[in-house]
């Protein structure tokens, strides 16, 4: 936790405490700000659950019955997923240049992992009843099932993992690593086939997914980590050391490669969806033409794709103000790319007919306050869990990975 | 400190496997204990139960007349099927829709005009693969061996996915409490709760005391027959020999077991 090996556990609380509470105003500023963000989250999601009733609070009904909470999970598990396969390019798969971004990439997973649980566990109407027959009563069939379990147990291995790296254990830490990989690709292709395997809706179904969910994860993972690590510095008050900024440079033309391969995957999708069938055919119309051409043109080809990767290639690696804003742009464009990739495989109705072409009938979804307060309360939890991590492990400042790994697998222990 | 690490990995080891070890020894153990009762061979065959090896249903909706909900509403009086009065909220076990809309697939511009406009009674297709039932992570919808695919509502964790993997959108979701919202209740059949997924269940509970499902009863056209499909001499076998039917959505594989006779 940032303190010297001496120190006891009560003496590094009250170290990490202090270096909370004297953070300066703009560092607690914001982290009053995200914990007052979570919070109203909970409070909305246990008010809308337990007391009001979903109807009454969130925008789902019988024709739309996954929207704004679900994409927000995906937003967090997907971008969780991304962050661990980042990371583990270094510290598990032996890439030096890798190393410096490790740390805070494995605690931004598990953070941001936690932040999806949060949220999928304000969604679903009986959470309680989710984790004893998720373990009593498992249906090996089915996909959530899959992804429920696998992710639960990457994120106990994150856990572990983070834990040895920050007692300096890497070898070990490499192994939990690999298992984290293993199991958060397992649960994330799953994440994809719950949507992947629907054969009743035309424009999830087929192995599309998957694959671009581990994609895309990758871009989001990219991004996660130049933003947050840029933002640390500024926390620290102090420059980047060559191996951070060598690490930044490398995850940046990483973002631009998986942005690349997000807009190829982008546009076959939809090149394939002018010839498949009435139902992607009406969707493929709305989307680049109809009510959401807006949120598909503007929030996610030029905020998500098009604009970072302009401004990341301007960058050259090296202006972090223009890495900032790429990587702010495109977390802020994939939490769109994954609502309109969840609401809009549901617009056209079931029971569909000719007088649909018009799109006078199409379903429609807006999602309530109550429904934001909750996806706000994910990103509070983000937030706040993150300022306060920076803070308690002091910037991770000790890192001494450059000199005391090898490969990921020298061992640095005592 | 390598002692250490081999008693950590002993521990890392043993905390895997441990969690590893419901996923492995539970679904053994759910399907052996957890089978539900209406699903046991004694449950399904009580001496006045009727019993077939794939119940199925045909709709001749030719016989039905223009404005005529009598199926719909002996099934909702049945079930307790609650009326929130808003379409979007709305739980159907039985309702109707035109054919255009029930059959999009097979419906075009210039097909008979009456046809396009017949309305058609729709309801959950009980598919011999059921998309619902394999997405379901607690197994709260399974199916039974004579081929009715049923909700334990009490394992439903309203997760939705059911209604969103079902091609019919067969399935409601109580997004409230329904109780205040049904008319009258019957006491022979339960209420649900929030936060459950329902849906037709052909009157399992009338087929364990010997009775025909609800709307099938309260047809007088008899525009409804029910009858097991593996029966060659069944009534619906033979009517459907005889008369050109429609599977809806057949080329997903569903293979649902409601059959349009048009």
Redesign the interface.
């Known amino acids: 936790m940032g303190c010297s090996e001496e120190s006891t556990f009560p003496g590094c609380v009250k170290d990490a405490a202090g270096r909370v509470i004297h953070g300066g105003p703009v560092y607690l500023v914001f982290l009053s700000f995200f914990i007052v963000l979570f919070l109203a989250g909970v409070v909305s999601g246990v008010y809308s659950?337990f007391i009001e009733?979903?109807?009454?609070a969130y925008g789902?009904?019988?024709?739309i019955?996954?929207a704004l909470l679900i994409a927000t999970y995906i937003f967090f598990v997907v971008a969780s997923t991304g962050l661990c396969l980042v990371s583990s390019i270094g510290h598990v798969f032996g890439n030096r240049d890798f190393l410096p971004i490790a740390k805070r990439s494995v605690l931004l997973a598990l953070i941001t992992i936690i932040s999806g649980f949060l949220v999928i566990g304000l969604e679903?109407?009986?959470?309680f009843?989710?984790m004893l027959?998720?373990?009593?009563?498992?249906?090996?069939?089915?996909?959530?099932?899959w992804m429920?379990?696998l992710y639960?147990?990457y994120m106990?291995f994150m856990a572990?993992e983070f834990i040895l790296l920050m007692r300096e254990?890497h070898r070990?830490a490499a192994f939990?690593g690999f298992?984290s990989v293993l199991a958060g690709v397992s649960a994330h292709s799953n994440l994809g086939g719950?949507f992947a395997?629907?054969?009743?809706?035309d424009v999830w179904y087929g192995p599309f997914l998957p694959v671009y969910f581990i994609l895309s994860a990758m871009m989001t993972g990219s991004a996660f980590i130049i933003l947050f690590s840029i933002v640390a510095q500024k926390l620290r008050g102090q420059g980047m050391n060559e191996d951070e900024q060598k690490s930044l440079a490398l995850v940046s033309k990483l973002a631009m490669l998986m942005i690349a391969a997000v807009a190829f995957l982008t546009i076959w999708k939809m090149i394939t969806m002018t010839t498949g069938g009435?139902t992607r055919l009406i969707t493929l119309h709305e989307t680049i033409s109809g009510s959401h051409a807006f949120s598909f043109w503007v929030l996610e080809i030029a905020c998500g794709l098009v604009i970072p990767f302009a401004l990341l290639l301007w960058s050259r690696g090296t202006k972090r103000g223009l890495m900032l804003v790429a990587s702010g742009l495109m977390i802020f464009s994939i939490f769109f790319m994954r609502l309109d990739l969840v609401v809009m495989a549901?617009i056209v109705?079931?029971?569909?007919?000719?007088g649909v072409r018009e799109f006078s009938q199409l379903h429609t979804y807006s999602p309530t306050w109550k429904e934001i307060l909750v996806a706000f309360g994910g990103i509070g939890f983000c937030g706040m869990a993150f300022l306060l991590g920076e803070k308690v492990f002091n910037g991770f400042s000790g890192i001494r990975c450059a000199n005391a790994v090898e490969n990921g697998k020298a061992e640095s222990?005592? | 400190?390598t002692t250490n690490?081999r008693e950590?990995?002993k521990i890392?080891g043993v905390s895997?496997l441990s969690?590893?070890a419901?996923?492995i020894v539970?679904?053994a153990w759910?399907k052996d204990k957890?089978i539900p009762v209406s699903n046991s061979p004694e449950a399904l065959s009580p001496s006045k139960a009727l019993t077939a090896k794939r119940w199925a249903m045909a709709i001749d909706a030719s016989k039905c007349p223009a404005d005529c909900v009598d199926c719909i509403a002996a099934c909702h009086a049945t079930h307790n099927v609650p009326g929130f009065g808003n379409?979007?909220?709305?739980v159907k076990w039985i309702w109707q829709?035109?054919f255009?809309?029930?059959f999009?697939?097979e419906?075009h511009?210039y097909l008979r005009e009456s046809l396009q406009k017949q309305q058609l009674p729709v309801l959950c297709n009980h598919c011999a693969n059921p998309?619902c039932v394999?997405?379901?992570?607690?197994?709260?919808t399974f199916q039974r061996h004579d081929g009715i695919v049923m909700m334990d509502y009490?394992?439903?964790?309203?997760?939705?996915?059911c209604?969103?993997?079902?091609?019919?959108?067969a399935r409601?979701?109580n997004?409230?409490?329904p109780r205040p919202f049904i008319a009258r209740i019957n006491p022979d059949y339960p209420t649900r709760t929030?936060?459950?997924v329902e849906k037709c269940n052909f009157c399992q509970e009338r087929l364990a005391k010997g009775l025909g499902p609800a709307c099938v009863v309260a047809c007088k056209e008899k525009a409804l027959v029910f009858g097991d499909m593996e029966n060659p001499q069944s009534e619906i076998r033979l009517l459907l020999e005889k008369r050109f039917n429609l599977l809806r959505?057949a080329s997903?594989?569903?293979k649902p077991q409601i059959y349009y006779i048009l």
């Open positions: 659950l009733g979903s109807r009454h789902t009904y019988r024709e019955p996954l679903i109407e009986n959470p009843r989710m027959y998720l373990f009593t009563s498992a249906n090996l069939s089915s996909n959530i099932w429920g379990t639960m147990l106990i572990v254990s070990i939990f298992l719950i395997m629907l054969s009743g809706r009435e549901q109705p079931l029971y569909w007919e000719l222990e005592p | 400190m690490r950590f990995l890392a895997t969690l590893i419901p996923a539970c679904p759910a957890i379409p979007k909220d709305e829709e035109k255009a809309a029930a999009p697939n419906s511009a998309p394999r997405v379901c992570p607690t197994k709260a009490h394992r439903c964790i309203g997760c939705r996915l209604m969103a993997a079902c091609p019919y959108g409601s979701m997004y409230r409490d929030k936060g459950v959505r997903l594989g569903t």
